[in-house]
Every structure is written in structure tokens, then in C-alpha cells.
């Protein structure tokens, strides 16, 4: 799965569950300043990524997430790896 296609996924994610538009959220969108998500939000955006991806993540994975672009590379990451 490429980069892009998983930050098609986050913004359908945050389109669907916080009714921001897809064309608001782009990898240097900071997800509290731009997007006025807080911990909670994250938290269920994470719980649906999960579910969509069927990868698993943890708390740590996403301790110092500041912008799209973080989760994006996270994700990336935790898939790159998971196929090895």
C-alpha cells in the first residue's frame, strides 16, 4: 500500500467520522491546529484505521503524531514491516 493511498484512507476516515473535507486535509495538515481534533478524536480516527487495515497499533506508535503526514509515514511503516 503506498503513501498516498493510505492518506485516501485518513481522509475519507476524517471526512466520514468529523465531517471535515477530504480537500482540507493534506500530510502537512497539523491534526489539532488545522483540523481541531483532539486526543479522542485520534483515538477513534486510529480505531478506525485498524479496522479498515487490519494492522494493529499502539499507544506508542502514535505518541508524537502532530500532522497527517506522521500518521501516514506510521501506517506506512507498521504495513512495510508487517510484510517482511
Do not use: W, Y
Not at 498516498?4 to 491546529?33: A, G, R, T
Not at 485520534?42 to 497527517?68: N, Y
Request: hydrophobic content about 40%; aromatic content about 4%; proline content about 1%.
Amino acid at each position: 500500500m503506498t503513501k498516498e493511498e493510505i492518506l485516501e484512507i485518513l481522509k475519507q476516515i476524517i471526512e466520514k467520522n468529523f465531517e471535515i473535507e477530504p480537500d482540507k486535509v493534506s500530510v502537512e495538515s497539523n491534526i489539532v491546529q488545522d483540523l481541531d481534533l483532539d486526543s479522542i478524536d485520534a483515538t477513534d480516527m486510529v480505531v478506525e484505521l485498524q479496522r479498515r487495515l487490519q494492522c494493529r497499533f499502539t499507544h506508542e506508535d502514535f505518541k508524537t503524531v502532530k500532522t497527517v503526514g506522521d500518521i501516514v509515514n506510521i501506517v506506512a511503516s507498521k504495513i512495510e514491516n508487517a510484510d517482511r
